[in-house]
């Protein structure tokens, strides 16, 4: 199993462009996570699905859309890139919303 | 809005020393919490899982602990190696997740 696997791994990308990052996971787990890391703030939940067919805002959802496509796959979307979301980005999954949570390896975005 | 802190931010002990980090957050109405390590430039990997229920986990040398009216959480390490050294990170979840900033741990040969 590779559990949580996201892609790209890096990328730079100009300040509107648009973009999407893919996370994908094999566990059969029904909750997905978008998370945020940013130096001296922590990990950030910017969405999540608690199951297919449900998205809801976690703490930072502006500026970003999410897409549960199936219960693998689960989407974030950066309309109109700015400088402040240069961050490194996480997606994870769990069992059911409430269990143990298990990462993907994380992109690093960066805008100029 | 829950808030995590995790202190110190930064920890440095000699190989074979038994240790405690520390995880404290404002709102008991909690599901559960959470111990994760991070690798530089990695990704999150879960230790242990405390259901709010719950007093304690424990995991080879690890072993958590959760007093939900006090709103703390501790991470005991015994025996450390050097292999240890990363960044600790505790996560509560209730309605959301909220992650502390982490404890860097260097564990000296």
Do not use: H, M
């Given at each position: 199993n590779a559990g949580v696997t996201q892609t790209p791994k890096f990328q730079v990308l100009k300040t509107g462009q648009s973009m999407t990052l893919q996370c994908a996971q094999d566990m059969n787990h029904n909750s997905m996570?978008?998370?945020r890391q940013d130096p001296g703030m922590g990990l950030r939940l910017i969405y999540y699905s608690a199951s297919e067919g449900t998205?809801?805002?976690?703490?930072?959802?502006?500026?970003?859309?999410?897409?549960?496509?199936?219960?693998?796959?689960?989407?974030?979307?950066?309309?109109?890139?700015?400088?402040?979301?240069?961050?490194?980005?996480?997606?994870?999954?769990s069992p059911m919303w409430g269990n143990e949570q298990f990462f993907g390896p994380g992109t690093r975005l960066t805008v100029l | 809005?829950?808030?995590?802190?995790?202190?110190?931010?930064?920890?440095?002990?000699?190989?074979?020393?038994?240790?405690?980090l520390n995880c404290s957050f404002t709102d008991s109405a909690i599901y559960n919490l959470q111990w994760f390590r991070q690798d530089p430039g990695k990704g999150l990997t879960s230790l242990l899982l405390i259901q709010s229920s719950q007093r304690e986990q424990t995991s080879g040398r690890l072993n958590a602990s959760l007093d939900k009216s006090s709103g703390r959480s501790t991470l005991y390490i015994a025996a450390s190696q050097p292999g240890d050294s990363a960044t600790y990170l505790c996560a509560v979840g209730g309605n959301q997740f909220y992650f502390g900033t982490g404890t860097s741990l260097t564990v000296i040969p």
């Open positions: 996570y978008w998370y998205t809801d805002k976690g703490e930072v959802p502006n500026g970003y859309n999410v897409s549960r496509l199936n219960k693998r796959e689960f989407s974030l979307r950066l309309e109109s890139a700015a400088p402040s979301q240069t961050s490194v980005y996480f997606c994870a999954s | 809005k829950q808030e995590v802190t995790q202190i110190p931010a930064a920890l440095s002990v000699p190989e074979g020393e038994n240790l405690v």
